[in-house]
């Protein structure tokens, strides 16, 4: 693993040979101070447009101010500092996208991603054991949903296909918004963005720069269906023209009471704890350096799915990143105005120990992937012709792995084991992209773009061969090197047309691609499903999908909303298929099928008076596997939210009454049907009532309460491993200083 850390020392160079040479040519612009605003394209921060960070929620006495901080003209734009692609706003995009903004974050109150994210329009959060969380997008997940953390991909070499914990090791105490884009997105960020992409945007000082300025928050949260306690301490200041945000995080979670009479569930408990800085320097005016460390660990994450028979436990689960940044605005020069440049160092570790109860064996193994990534942006404002913006982003994965079996007694060593990942396999991408933004008439608003990406692996599976050509004697398993190579290239395009200043007409079509990884290829994976295992199939091609989509987007005095429809066809769909059994275990391999998907989401919210908002969701998906013709696994239910929510201004109060509403889902793949997370006749309707209620109880104290599951009704997320809570009363206190 010395490699990796070599290049990156070598990519921080460079990073800070282009700063100084940046800096000797700042151009001097307009300081102007930065005014109170809860939206991230409403900010105006005093150098850098492109430092997006909302930060917490000022008291507003305004009502009109709180509701219009949620506009979709005003939510979007500026380019390049968090990950954002795209100037436009979330009314003039042609694509589906929202922000789940600081304050709705503050009102949720989560303790973890799940709790932050579900219940987002056309998104389902499935979790195979407390402490998970998969975002499914379009009826995807896992591999096939691109999640980004301030513009740097969480996605590596060994993400598994479908449900996986990955989502759940950031801390929620951290995160600033949450941008959520629906549908293929290859052309803007490469391989995996084929349901979509999800931006999580961490936490900066609000003041961004101004002198002598210090301030913090301290967050205690207790759930009473589990027990749980989250705790967080974070401070943020100003020294000079630079300055930071600091914090930390504790979490400690029981057992898990579910609805009506099922109980606490067995193995659901749990443990958490991080810690994360974030450092701005203005070298110059329109100049800036950002570095930022991150660390999330998890501890005792069983997979309770596998209860009573099967000990699975993940510990630790663990993430850390660090990445540094450079921006420069208002740059003269022929090529671009606007440049960032990003080196980053990302690692995730996942170590468990296995343990089948009716046997003495303990399997104990681990894998560790390093990943290197370099970014860099341009965009250049065209006047009358629109904007370009174009880049490169380069990463470089490097795992680490092994697996042995112990004596559960002893602790005695038995034998090593194949593990889940070959050892040293390495995985790399690269790619190139440019999009045009503009204005084709005072109506019709255009955005396309082109992409090259080029992919490579380079691993040592363990493949079990016929090397007698004599089907009555077993295969032999051997070490296969392989190297392939995939390249794509990817468009797309979209149209936004103005049918009145309130109503948007949008369509788009887009390209999506994602190349084998290696836990396509490469992994021999025994922990899948209860008793499953995959072995490699070195021979996969890459998905290639094309959706086309056509919407609706509102923005009234007293309404917003937006309508999709989409539909989406994928070449190539890596998909699971029965490849025999070893004992007691099923095994899988992965092989290519063409898959259909297509569905309708709807978002919006009508205010009845100053206070007073109606708002709701629905989404709606149909996925079929064309050559197996029958369902595509885990493709999520119709799904519904509808609350009224009031926000009192004068009294700095807030309460919010909902519904969360799923159908019964009995469209089911032969995976489904074999897995004990799904009943065999479909996963059960259901429908939650909750209730949350907040207050500033002074001027730097805050209160909240959310009942959640108001009748305890007994109920599962769609091919989770853990039920839905019972009623619980969710307590938290926020004081700032």
């Given at each position: 693993?010395?490699?990796?850390?070599?290049?990156?020392?070598?990519?921080?160079?460079?990073?800070?040979?282009?700063?100084?040479v940046m800096v000797q040519r700042p151009l001097v612009a307009q300081q102007q101070d930065p005014p109170v605003t809860q939206s991230p394209s409403d900010q105006q921060p005093t150098v850098l447009p492109e430092t997006v960070i909302q930060g917490r929620p000022r008291p507003d006495d305004d009502p009109e101010s709180i509701w219009s901080a949620g506009d979709l003209s005003r939510q979007g734009g500026p380019l390049l500092n968090t990950g954002r692609r795209s100037l436009r706003s979330l009314l003039d995009d042609p694509l589906h996208r929202t922000i789940l903004s600081q304050r709705e974050l503050l009102e949720?109150?989560?303790?973890?991603?799940?709790?932050?994210?579900?219940?987002?329009?056309?998104?389902?959060?499935?979790?195979?054991?407390?402490?998970?969380?998969?975002?499914?997008?379009?009826?995807?997940?896992?591999?096939?949903?691109?999640?980004?953390?301030?513009?740097?991909?969480?996605?590596?070499?060994?993400?598994r296909a479908g449900p996986n914990q990955y989502f759940n090791t950031i801390d929620p105490g951290m995160v600033d918004h949450i941008e959520v884009i629906r549908g293929p997105q290859a052309m803007l960020y490469g391989s995996d963005a084929i349901g979509g992409v999800i931006n999580v945007v961490t936490r900066s000082n609000q003041n961004l720069l101004g002198g002598g300025f210090f301030g913090g928050e301290w967050i205690q949260k207790f759930s009473s269906a589990d027990l749980g306690y989250y705790g967080r301490l974070n401070v943020e200041g100003t020294i000079g023209t630079g300055s930071y945000f600091a914090g930390a995080g504790y979490g400690n979670f029981n057992d898990l009471d579910r609805g009506g009479e099922l109980g606490r569930q067995p193995w659901t408990s749990y443990g958490q704890h991080s810690g994360d800085i974030k450092l701005s320097y203005l070298l110059a005016e329109n100049r800036m350096l950002t570095v930022s460390l991150q660390h999330f660990v998890q501890q005792d994450l069983a997979r309770s799915d596998r209860f009573p028979t099967r000990l699975t436990v993940f510990d630790p689960q663990q993430r850390s990143m660090g990445y540094v940044r450079y921006i420069a605005t208002e740059v003269a020069g022929p090529m671009f105005d606007r440049l960032s440049?990003?080196?980053?160092?990302?690692?995730?570790?996942?170590?468990?120990?296995?343990?089948?109860?009716?046997?003495?064996?303990?399997?104990?193994?681990?894998?560790?992937?390093?990943?290197?990534?370099?970014?860099?942006?341009?965009?250049?404002?065209?006047?009358?012709?629109?904007?370009?913006?174009?880049?490169?982003?380069?990463?470089?994965?490097?795992?680490?792995?092994?697996?042995?079996?112990?004596?559960?007694?002893?602790?005695?060593?038995?034998?090593?084991?194949?593990?889940?990942?070959?050892?040293?396999?390495?995985?790399?991408?690269?790619?190139?992209?440019?999009?045009?933004?503009?204005?084709?008439?005072?109506?019709?608003?255009?955005?396309?773009?082109v992409r090259f990406t080029r992919i490579s692996a380079d691993a040592t599976p363990i493949v079990n061969i016929d090397d007698d050509n004599n089907p009555?004697?077993?295969?032999?398993?051997?070490?296969?090197?392989?190297?392939?190579?995939?390249?794509?290239?990817?468009?797309?395009?979209?149209?936004?047309?103005?049918?009145?200043?309130?109503?948007?007409?949008?369509?788009?079509?887009?390209?999506?691609?994602?190349?084998?990884?290696?836990?396509?290829?490469?992994?021999?994976?025994?922990n899948v499903q209860q008793s499953a295992a995959d072995i490699p199939n070195v021979n996969l091609q890459p998905e290639r999908s094309t959706s086309y989509d056509v919407g609706l987007k509102w923005e009234q005095q007293d309404f917003r909303g937006q309508v999709f429809y989409f539909w989406t066809d994928i070449d190539n769909m890596i998909v699971r298929a029965p490849a025999g059994s070893v004992g007691t275990d099923t095994l899988f391999s992965r092989v290519n099928h063409d898959a259909h998907l297509n569905g309708l989401e709807i978002g919006g919210d009508y205010r009845l008076d100053d206070s007073l908002t109606a708002y709701g969701n629905m989404s709606y998906y149909h996925g079929v596997d064309q050559e197996a013709a029958e369902p595509l696994s885990r493709i999520p239910p119709l799904q519904v939210v509808a609350g009224i929510r009031r926000r009192d201004p004068g009294s700095r109060s807030y309460i919010d009454f909902y519904t969360w509403i799923a159908d019964r889902q009995d469209r089911l793949n032969f995976q489904d049907l074999s897995d004990s997370r799904i009943p065999n006749d479909g996963t059960?309707?259901?429908?939650?009532?909750?209730?949350?209620?907040?207050?500033?109880?002074?001027?730097?104290?805050?209160?909240?309460?959310?009942?959640?599951?108001?009748?305890?009704?007994?109920?599962?997320?769609?091919?989770?491993?853990?039920?839905?809570?019972?009623?619980?009363?969710?307590?938290?206190y926020l004081r700032q200083f």
């Open positions: 693993m010395h490699a990796p850390r070599i290049f990156l020392s070598r990519l921080l160079l460079l990073l800070s040979g282009v700063g100084l949720r109150a989560p303790s973890d991603m799940l709790q932050a994210l579900e219940r987002e329009v056309g998104v389902t959060v499935q979790r195979t054991q407390r402490g998970a969380a998969s975002p499914f997008i379009r009826g995807l997940t896992g591999q096939q949903v691109l999640i980004l953390v301030d513009g740097i991909r969480l996605n590596n070499a060994t993400f440049v990003t080196a980053s160092y990302h690692r995730q570790r996942e170590a468990s120990t296995d343990r089948r109860l009716n046997t003495s064996n303990l399997d104990i193994g681990e894998f560790d992937t390093e990943t290197l990534g370099l970014l860099v942006m341009f965009s250049r404002d065209l006047a009358d012709l629109g904007r370009l913006t174009y880049g490169v982003d380069i990463y470089y994965d490097d795992v680490d792995a092994f697996k042995n079996r112990h004596d559960a007694s002893s602790g005695a060593f038995l034998s090593q084991l194949t593990p889940q990942f070959p050892d040293d396999g390495i995985y790399q991408q690269t790619g190139a992209y440019l999009q045009w933004d503009t204005d084709l008439t005072d109506r019709l608003g255009a955005v396309s773009g009555a004697t077993p295969d032999v398993p051997t070490p296969l090197p392989i190297n392939p190579q995939f390249s794509d290239w990817s468009a797309s395009a979209g149209l936004n047309y103005r049918l009145r200043d309130d109503l948007h007409l949008v369509t788009s079509f887009s390209e999506g691609f994602r190349a084998p990884n290696l836990d396509d290829l490469a992994a021999t994976n025994n059960p309707g259901y429908a939650t009532f909750n209730l949350r209620l907040g207050k500033m109880i002074s001027e730097r104290e805050h209160i909240s309460l959310e009942l959640e599951n108001l009748f305890d009704k007994d109920y599962r997320v769609h091919g989770s491993g853990v039920d839905g809570a019972g009623f619980s009363a969710n307590i938290r």
